[in-house]
């Protein structure tokens, strides 16, 4: 059997090594020309990890990327709302890893083409359109060659839209109404090389849903020589006057940090220099803060959708890269399980559809980040006891919840496989 994958991201390149260690055929179509370590930081939460070490890349992941130790929410005055180790730290077997996007990209290409070799990544190839869904057997489908524009076309037992937020096999099964949903936010991520803070392995949010800040130290290397890259994303709710449309999400439209600075200036903490770490970095990424409405259906005879290209959400939770990883898992363990493909891509479908939507939605309710929104809510001055604002069981509460729906709280995580 063989597997073509739209999209050579996070989500594109995993399933290609899961193919390739179950002895499934599995080829890569890229629309870069090559692939650089594009992005700033992302969460790997236990249950990715998980996969990825079956993969054997647990080694290599602990090499450069922090092993989280916890994460903490804070109020816009920076005081602690809500503290949980994360990772090994709270008694997972595997740890959490947060990590520059590039990097891990670039460890993931590397190995599809050690043990795939260099054929099975097509990079210079844009999807552009399924000629056949495959109701009788084969899906077709044709590309663009960047080299020289011309068409491409190729065929395979399964395709699979990997291709991201602006997915063009989405796109071919929904032309009209799949619009991206703004949440009315703007995000502005960043890395910025700094003294570590707390333990340097710490991840912590600060403010509320209208205005918030984001960080994680991101690089083992600069740990252990006593600094910090620290990845972090500023978040604003734009004015009334703001078009509903929101501009198009372009993971690398650059923009100067005068747009957002004034809003954190006095956000400075005996614990955290906000101000120093905006000023410090070189290069800032705006991106608007988008989902879209849960699908129907991912799958279309022999065709079907994984990652961002079936499910963007808004990143809230640190889930992307992990619910494109569990993907890529399930739909090879579906393959697995029966001779029937299409069956196993229904099959696919029926398991992860409804588990991603869930955490769409639930990511449109703040996820689990919804405690600072009540902190900012009931004690918008601030609190002297954080227990008389919210019980620690309502925090606890929206935590483990959260964990549930995502599928990396402990006990589902040690009673499955
Ligand atoms: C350049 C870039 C930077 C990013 N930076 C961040 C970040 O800083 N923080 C964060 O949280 N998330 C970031 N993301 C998104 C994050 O990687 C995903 O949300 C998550 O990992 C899910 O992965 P995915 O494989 O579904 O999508 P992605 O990792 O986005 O991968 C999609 C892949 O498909 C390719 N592609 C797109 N269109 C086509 C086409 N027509 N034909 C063939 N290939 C196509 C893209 O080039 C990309 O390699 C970034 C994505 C990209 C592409």
Redesign the pocket.
């Known amino acids: 059997m063989k597997i073509a994958i739209?999209?050579?991201?996070?989500?594109?390149?995993t399933l290609a090594l899961l193919c390739h260690r179950h002895g499934i055929e599995a080829e890569v179509?890229?629309?870069?020309e090559t692939?650089r370590p594009?992005?700033?930081?992302?969460n790997l939460l236990p249950h990715a990890v998980r996969i990825l070490s079956e993969l054997g890349l647990r080694d290599a992941l602990a090499e450069i990327a922090i092993e989280t130790s916890s994460l903490s929410y804070y109020n816009k005055r920076g005081q602690r709302i809500w503290h949980e180790p994360r990772g090994l730290a709270a008694g997972y077997d595997w740890p959490q890893f947060s990590i520059h996007?590039?990097e891990f990209?670039m460890l993931l290409h590397r190995t599809v083409v050690e043990r795939l070799g260099a054929d099975a990544v097509h990079t210079g190839?844009?999807?552009?359109t399924v000629l056949d869904s495959g109701a009788r057997g084969q899906a077709r489908f044709a590309?663009r060659r960047r080299t020289d524009n011309a068409e491409v076309q190729a065929s395979a037992d399964v395709l699979v839209g990997?291709?991201?937020?602006?997915?063009?096999?989405r796109r071919h099964f929904y032309p009209t109404g799949d619009l991206p949903r703004f949440s009315r936010r703007l995000l502005w991520?960043a890395v910025t090389e700094a003294p570590p803070y707390l333990d340097g392995r710490s991840m912590f949010m600060a403010g509320h849903q209208d205005q918030k800040f984001v960080a994680y130290p991101i690089s083992e290397p600069l740990r252990r020589q006593g600094r910090s890259l620290v990845n972090w994303i500023a978040e604003l709710r734009v004015p009334d006057s703001f078009p509903d449309t929101p501009p198009r999400s372009d993971?690398?439209k650059q923009v100067d940090k005068a747009v957002f600075r004034a809003a954190f200036a006095d956000w400075q903490w005996d614990w955290i220099d906000i101000p120093a770490l905006i000023d410090g970095a070189e290069a800032i990424?705006e991106?608007p803060m988008v989902d879209k409405d849960p699908l129907p259906r991912w799958t279309f005879d022999r065709v079907t959708l994984?990652?961002?290209?079936a499910h963007?959400m808004y990143?809230i939770g640190s889930n992307?890269?992990a619910?494109?990883i569990l993907d890529a898992r399930y739909l090879v363990d579906s393959l697995l399980g029966t001779p029937d493909t299409g069956y196993a891509l229904r099959e696919y479908e029926a398991e992860r559809l409804p588990r991603t939507a869930g955490i769409v939605l639930r990511n449109r309710m703040n996820g689990p980040e919804q405690v600072m929104q009540l902190a900012e809510e009931r004690a918008p001055q601030g609190f002297a006891d954080i227990g008389q604002v919210i019980p620690h069981a309502e925090l606890e509460a929206i935590s483990q919840r959260y964990k549930q729906l995502a599928g990396f709280d402990r006990q589902s995580m040690q009673g499955s496989r």
């Open positions: 739209a999209g050579g991201g996070i989500g594109g390149l179509w890229e629309a870069s692939l594009l992005g700033v930081g992302i996007r590039g990209q190839h844009s999807f552009e590309l990997a291709d991201g937020i602006h997915s063009a096999v991520r993971w690398n990424y991106f994984l990652g961002d290209a963007p990143p992307g890269s619910q494109a």
